[in-house]
């Protein structure tokens, strides 16, 4: 009498669902990472749009003699005042005047408002915001209103 033997030829279900269960694990830590990197950058952005309202409005609190404004270099930013006597004003929520970036990089430039809210003569309007690894977003100013928006 002869035997047959059954040979599998193929895998078991623990062992698909193992794989899953694998693939599952780095899919997360993948998206984790992408999310991250994207949630800096527009995290970079509110906030780099924030402070140009916020040196808006305190040129416009000030006399003419005054200008606010945000210095913007390849690795953060600075709220610097010119004319006027007094101490150096802090950003809100940062304890100092600058702001380090954080796994973000810009194009340089200075944002000076005057007493009206407007960009000063000589400021730049725009400055990109790259993410490490890609992705980059323009903040825009425009010269008569003093409005940052994204583009």
Not at 40 to 51: D, Y
Request: include cysteine.
């Amino acid at each position: 009498m002869r035997h047959r033997t059954l040979c599998s030829a193929g895998f078991t279900l623990i062992e698909v669902i193992a794989v899953l269960i694998i693939l599952a694990i780095l899919g997360a830590v993948a998206i984790s990472r992408v999310r991250s990197d994207e949630s800096n950058l527009r995290s970079e952005i509110n906030n780099l749009k924030a402070a140009l309202r916020y040196a808006q409005q305190m040129a416009i609190a000030s006399d003419s003699t005054v200008t606010f404004g945000i210095t913007v270099t390849t690795g953060g930013y600075t709220l610097v005042r010119t004319g006027g006597s007094g101490s150096q004003p802090m950003l809100p929520g940062e304890g100092s005047s600058s702001h380090a970036f954080r796994s973000v990089t810009a194009t340089a430039g200075t944002f000076s408002f005057n007493e009206w809210g407007g960009l000063a003569a000589g400021s730049a309007t725009a400055t990109t915001l790259t993410k490490s690894g890609g992705g980059s977003k323009t903040i825009n100013v425009i010269g008569e209103t003093g409005y940052a928006y994204e583009s």
